[in-house]
């Protein structure tokens, strides 16, 4: 089983960027996702969450109206677009998958928010 983030870069305040989440050897819509992000020297955070059954969305008020997350059944992902970033967004950003018996973590990938 792995989970990949990708799409992370450098973007200027005010900039958008699509993060996805990937997974091989498992079905991602079967999972609750959650996207967080930690920053140096911070504790990781959640930015957002989307439930495996029904599809409900959570987001924390510093990200809420900014960052969207949705799933691709057709290709086993789950995208956090993001957009009016800014710096205080630079952070690693990372996705889990998990189900009642199992989570998984995958790689991050970094989102650099400057001029």
């Known amino acids: 089983v792995q989970l990949q983030a990708s799409g992370g870069g450098l973007v200027q305040p005010g900039g958008s960027l699509r993060l996805s989440c990937a997974a091989s050897?498992?079905?991602?819509?079967?999972?609750?996702i959650g996207w967080f992000r930690q920053a140096p020297g911070r504790e990781r955070e959640g930015v957002s969450c989307?439930?495996?059954?029904?599809?409900?969305?959570h987001y924390p008020d510093s990200v809420k109206g900014r960052f969207t997350i949705s799933r691709d059944n057709a290709k086993n992902t789950v995208n956090l677009q993001m957009n009016s970033l800014n710096p205080e967004d630079t952070a690693v950003y990372f996705c889990?998958?998990?189900?009642?018996?199992?989570?998984?973590w995958g790689q991050g990938t970094l989102v650099t928010v400057s001029s």
């Open positions: 050897g498992l079905t991602l819509d079967y999972y609750a």
């Open positions: 889990n998958a998990r189900s009642f018996v199992a989570v998984y």
């Open positions: 989307i439930s495996s059954i029904g599809g409900r969305t």
